[in-house]
């Protein structure tokens, strides 16, 4: 489960990497971050990485390893946005590969939730994104995921 500190964390991450894309930082919504654990939760009983059927905006991680995990809320936020290496600025829109970092980034996203299970050698995070981002509609993205600063 997503502790407090987990949360925190996951927030922050957030917000530093929007700061740098002059994107209004998020907050944390409780009734978000409820739907992402219950998401969370389910993956990991499932064993498998997929989206659920929210309105909202989603991303969605997995790790695993032989060894035991001790992941803090940054490095998904961090994977997350390493796609931003492969965005295309000079053609917006959606691209294959990019989604987790434009959603990350997007301007019109005020509120985030986030979800996370383990069993201590598996970890699923879940992040929930209102209003969702990724709107695949004219104009949008540029309005939406604006070049660093």
């Keep these: 489960m997503a502790d407090e500190s987990f949360q925190q964390e996951f927030l922050e991450t957030h917000n530093a990497y929007r700061a740098k894309h002059n994107t209004p930082p998020l907050t944390l919504n409780s009734e978000l971050s409820a739907a992402a654990q219950t998401w969370a939760d389910h993956l990991l009983t499932a064993n498998t990485l997929k989206h659920s059927d929210t309105k909202d905006g989603e991303n969605v991680y997995a790790m695993s390893s032989s060894v035991a995990l001790n992941q803090t809320g940054k490095e998904a936020v961090d994977s997350w946005y390493s796609e931003i290496k492969d965005y295309k600025w000079s053609s917006?829109?959606?691209?294959?590969?990019?989604?987790?970092?434009?959603?990350?980034?997007?301007?019109?996203?005020?509120?985030?939730?986030?979800?996370?299970?383990?069993?201590?050698?598996?970890?699923?995070?879940?992040?929930?994104?209102?209003?969702?981002?990724?709107?695949?509609?004219?104009?949008?993205?540029?309005?939406?995921?604006?070049?660093?600063?």
């Excluded at 980034?105 to 939730?113: F, I, M, N, R, Y």
């Design 92 to 149: 917006p829109g959606f691209q294959s590969g990019t989604g987790h970092f434009t959603q990350v980034v997007w301007k019109d996203s005020t509120e985030l939730g986030v979800g996370m299970a383990t069993d201590g050698h598996k970890i699923f995070v879940v992040g929930q994104y209102r209003p969702a981002g990724n709107m695949n509609m004219p104009g949008y993205f540029e309005k939406n995921v604006l070049p660093q600063a």
